[in-house]
T-cell receptor, first 113, second 116 residues
Framework: GNSVTQMEGPVTLSEEAFLTINCTYT??????LFWYVQYPGEGLQLLLK?????DKGSNKGFEATYRKETTSFHLEKGSVQVSDSAVYFC????????????FGRGTSLIVHP | GAVVSQHPSWVICKSGTSVKIECRSL??????MFWYRQFPKQSLMLMAT?????????EQGVEKDKFLINHASLTLSTLTVTSAHPEDSSFYIC????????????FGPGTRLTVL
């Protein structure tokens, strides 16, 4: 079956530090990959996505590259802000069917001023 | 585009009462809607999948008589927690997919349910 593994949190950084949140996956087919962000007390928001190998998703300074050879989709940001503090979920979704994503467990990011 | 709303955003109820949560797709027709439950500091747990006009498909371990799901139209799904108990307190999130948008779900903002 499909699965997504994320690094355990919390990740604690100072403002303007470099961020990496690791995500690896296993899938039977050729999935699309997503990063979602959940701010405190809110639902999930799609942060970025990539639908095929070597695609790079980017949004709000965050980037992730779909690496088929290493089955990874690591999230990076060059300079984090306090407002980036949230929980980040990596997810995959197979083509066809009902597009039900498989989520990782989430990684909490805490950014200090 | 692709906005999903939920109502209410939070609700407090007494044990034994029933609570209805609405999920609406505001600018697209949602052929499929999903209901998730999230416990504190944990990932989302899929409860059920519903297609418009048909019965919901529940995940293993989810009581279909307790969590009633109705997907009466292409823009509205409801989750009713019947005879709620304190252990049903949780964050409930819905999402919707549009057949025209490949491989993507759009999430509502969530509903915080507290059962006293």
């Amino acid at each position: 079956g499909n699965s997504v593994t994320q690094m355990e949190g919390p990740v604690t950084l100072s403002e303007e530090a470099f961020l990496t949140i690791n995500c690896t996956y296993t899938a039977t087919g050729y999935p699309s990959l997503f990063w979602y962000v959940q701010y405190p007390g809110e639902g999930l928001q799609l942060l970025l996505k990539a639908t095929k190998a070597d695609d790079k998703g980017s949004n709000k300074g965050f980037e992730a590259t779909y690496r088929k050879e290493t089955t990874s989709f690591h999230l990076e940001k060059g300079s984090v802000q306090v407002s980036d503090s949230a929980v980040y979920f990596c997810a995959l979704s197979e083509s066809g069917g009902s597009y039900i994503p498989t989520f990782g467990r989430g990684t909490s990011l805490i950014v200090h001023p | 585009g692709a906005v999903v709303s939920q109502h209410p955003s939070w609700v407090i109820c007494k044990s034994g009462t029933s609570v209805k949560i609405e999920c609406r797709s505001l600018d697209f027709q949602a052929t499929t809607m999903f209901w998730y439950r999230q416990f504190p500091k944990q990932s989302l747990m899929l409860m059920a999948t519903s297609n418009e006009g048909s019965k919901a498909t529940y995940e293993q371990g989810v009581e279909k008589d307790k969590f009633l799901i109705n997907h009466a139209s292409l823009t509205l799904s409801t989750l009713t927690v019947t005879s709620a108990h304190p252990e049903d307190s949780s964050f409930y999130i819905c999402s919707a997919s549009d057949a025209g948008l490949v491989n993507e779900q759009f999430f509502g903002p969530g509903t915080r349910l507290t059962v006293l």
